[in-house]
């Protein structure tokens, strides 16, 4: 259950995204909001009301920025109950073919920027709000995709960089002391109608002459992502934000949250391929070891 009137933190606000969203239905609901985007000009949709919103340039790639964004916010309104780390960007196109500095920069922004503020988030749920007298703990919402689950041709860093923040993020969970009050889940949207994909769009990589059969899956891929009709009947960001606000008010709140029933359905299928794969190879896996191995492994 989140305070009446809980402080968000949410990266990656910018208009027309899911943290837009997120941070409206926080404001509609009560609560207050610290919105953050690469430059506040994007932010100029948020009415100016210090008393419920604090609206702050942040780089989530930058260690200073994070620091003096971390400081305004706890300046401001003394504690922060919710920390949504929203901020992502992508690079699409023929892994061989992509630079290694747009991968870099799409690991940087999906899975470094959200693991330091994570941490962060972290030690403010523990010992600083503790003394701020709304008491200890608080929710970390690292927002990954049914990306972080299945990965498709065509946006290798995007997958790998959402792959690697599930994995934080379960490791992180199942770290922390059961007195701290401190909560995590992954948020995994399915299709949403936002400009992401329009940005991926303006963020492709050149092509490969290897690669110029029109049937293959990245070609496939790479051909529906730059179809303008890819947005049509995808779920609206606001309904999103309503469900994990939602979600979150509950006193017990799932590790995983897919929204969407194509997140849904893809999830549960990649899943059951998963599974199914693992029986048939399970007594080549089996062969490797011995028991003792097993019982060491649940001791743990």
């Not at 208009?15 to 404001?27: P, V």
């Not at 942040?58 to 920025?65: G, I, Q």
């Not at 901020?87 to 747009?102: D, F, K, M, P, Q």
Request: charged share 20%; glycine share 8%; net charge negative.
């Amino acid at each position: 259950m989140l305070p009446a009137n809980a402080v968000w933190f949410i990266t990656g606000c910018s208009n027309g995204g899911i943290g837009a969203s997120i941070a409206q239905y926080a404001l509609s609901q009560g609560h207050r909001v610290v919105a953050t985007a690469r430059k506040t000009s994007a932010l100029s949709y948020l009415a100016d009301d210090p008393e419920t919103t604090l609206k702050l340039q942040l780089d989530v790639c930058s260690t200073e920025s994070t620091d003096a964004a971390l400081a305004a916010a706890l300046a401001t309104f003394g504690r922060i109950d919710v920390m949504v780390n929203n901020a992502a960007i992508n690079a699409i196109g023929v892994t061989e073919a992509l630079t290694e500095e747009s991968m870099r920069a799409v690991m940087e922004t999906n899975f470094w920027g959200p693991m330091r503020i994570t941490r962060k988030a972290i030690a403010i749920f523990r010992d600083v709000n503790s003394k701020s007298g709304g008491g200890i703990g608080g929710t970390v919402v690292n927002v990954s995709t049914i990306g972080g689950r299945i990965a498709l041709p065509a946006e290798a860093p995007y997958h790998a960089s959402k792959f690697a923040l599930e994995g934080f993020s379960e490791c992180i969970a199942s770290e922390l002391a059961p007195d701290w009050k401190i909560r995590v889940l992954i948020l995994e949207p399915g299709g949403t109608k936002t400009h992401f994909i329009e940005n991926s769009r303006a963020n492709t990589g050149p092509s490969h002459p290897a690669y110029n059969d029109p049937s293959l899956p990245v070609n496939l891929m790479l051909g529906a992502i730059s179809n303008p009709a890819l947005n049509d009947g995808l779920v609206d960001p606001r309904e999103l934000a309503k469900c994990l606000f939602n979600t979150l008010q509950k006193d017990h709140i799932p590790l995983r949250l897919p929204t969407g029933p194509d997140a849904y359905a893809m999830i549960k299928a990649k899943e059951t391929a998963k599974l199914e794969e693992l029986e048939t190879w399970r007594e080549v896996s089996e062969s490797v070891g011995g028991t003792g191995v097993l019982g060491t492994i649940r001791d743990m």
